[in-house]
Structures are given as structure tokens and as C-alpha cells.
């Protein structure tokens, strides 16, 4: 498959019951897709993949969803990144705070197919 032009889309999960679902479907959409497990490595494949777009779990091992998301809203570097809080936090607190540090969109877990491609779709065609 040719990557050199899609979007590329990086999934932070320690769950790999949604983690590789997830992955699958992103691929089977064209999407150049990495996944990271916990908090360090994500801040370390964001840095070296350049995602265009992450989904990203609140709760997993290292830094949590919302000091990653606080982490690439202060690199001027990585401004352009969308992302997508995917998440069982659902309370207004966390989606309150979820977007106050800085995510696009909040989806919360479980979630369809469907659901999640149509904020993947809405946000990359910003870019």
C-alpha cells in the first residue's frame, strides 16, 4: 500500500482489544497508523512519526491522555495535530477538561466504527 500521501494517525491505547481494532480499520482507511501503549512512548512517536491526527486514551501506564494532550498543545512543533480523546471518562468534568487541554473532538468508549471515522474524516480534511 502507498503511504506517501495519506494522513498519518497515531492511536495511544494500552488496551489492545481497542488498540488493534482500531488500528485495522484506520489501515483499512488508508491511514498510515502507529500505536503506542502508555504515555512515554506516545510523546516519543509523536516526535518521530509527526501524526496528523492521535486517538488517544485518558487512562494508561506513564503521562495520562489529558498531560499528553497538554504536552502537544505546548510544542509549537506539533500545533497541527488533531486529537481525538477515545474514552470510558465520560463525565462532564472530563470532557470538560479533555477539551480544555486542548482536544478536538471526545468519543466515548464503547463507540461504533461509524462514529469514530466520521471525526477521523471531519478533522483531517482541515489539514
Known amino acids: 500500500?502507498?503511504?506517501?500521501?495519506?494522513?498519518?494517525?497515531?492511536?495511544?491505547?494500552?488496551?489492545?482489544?481497542?488498540?488493534?481494532?482500531?488500528?485495522?480499520?484506520?489501515e483499512q482507511n488508508n491511514y498510515n497508523v502507529m500505536a503506542a501503549?502508555?504515555?512515554e512512548e506516545a510523546i516519543d512517536k509523536i516526535s518521530k512519526f509527526k501524526p496528523d491526527l492521535i486517538l488517544l486514551d485518558i487512562i494508561h501506564p506513564g503521562f495520562d491522555g489529558f498531560e499528553i494532550c497538554q504536552m502537544v498543545r505546548e510544542n509549537p512543533e506539533w500545533q497541527n495535530i488533531k486529537i481525538i480523546l477515545v474514552t470510558t471518562q465520560v463525565r462532564d468534568v472530563d470532557i470538560a477538561k479533555?477539551?480544555?487541554?486542548?482536544?478536538?473532538?471526545?468519543?466515548?468508549?464503547?463507540?461504533?466504527?461509524?462514529?469514530?471515522?466520521?471525526?477521523?474524516k471531519k478533522l483531517l480534511q482541515c489539514n
Open 98 to 120: 479533555g477539551m480544555a487541554f486542548g482536544a478536538d473532538a471526545y468519543i466515548a468508549k464503547p463507540f461504533s466504527n461509524a462514529q469514530i471515522m466520521k471525526q477521523v
Open 37 to 39: 501503549s502508555n504515555g
Open 1 to 26: 500500500m502507498n503511504y506517501e500521501f495519506s494522513k498519518k494517525i497515531l492511536i495511544v491505547d494500552d488496551e489492545p482489544s481497542v488498540a488493534v481494532p482500531l488500528q485495522f480499520l484506520m
